[in-house]
């Protein structure tokens, strides 16, 4: 199982933005597909987006982003630091959750592996 380790998450005004890194174990991460996820209270965990490994044939879209943050979010990786990146601009405080980073490293459409989540808190 791959190790997923997540880091900067925080508090930011409404308008502010954040960058979450997450630095993954593994000597084939570039055949990764990674995402972000996140869960609100009360809410069931959700994608907020994700980006495909060198190839993949399974989605045809990439990244893809959830609705709700299209133009505000970026993902991105970096193989040779094995890490993934989300930047969030424009923050709202409807992005007020635990963001979850998430990898499919045996290339079967699951998210086999889960980081243990960064609070972001966004005040309005």
């Known amino acids: 199982q791959v190790q997923l380790v997540e880091s900067g998450g925080g508090l930011v005004q409404a308008g502010g933005s954040l960058r979450l890194s997450c630095a993954a174990s593994?000597?084939?991460?570039?055949?990764?597909?990674m995402g972000w996820f996140r869960q609100a209270p009360g809410k069931e965990r959700e994608l907020v987006c994700r980006?495909?490994?060198?190839?993949?044939?399974?989605?045809?879209?990439?990244?893809y982003y959830a609705d709700s943050v299209k133009g505000r979010f970026t993902i991105s990786r970096d193989n040779a630091k094995n890490t993934v990146y989300l930047q969030m601009n424009n923050l709202k405080p409807e992005d007020t959750a635990v963001y979850y980073c998430?990898?499919?490293?045996?290339?079967?459409?699951?998210?086999?592996?889960w980081g243990q989540g960064t609070q972001v808190t966004v005040s309005s």
């Open positions: 998430a990898a499919d490293s045996k290339s079967r459409g699951v998210w086999d592996s």
């Open positions: 593994g000597r084939t991460f570039n055949y990764y597909r």
């Open positions: 980006i495909r490994r060198s190839s993949d044939y399974i989605y045809s879209d990439n990244p």
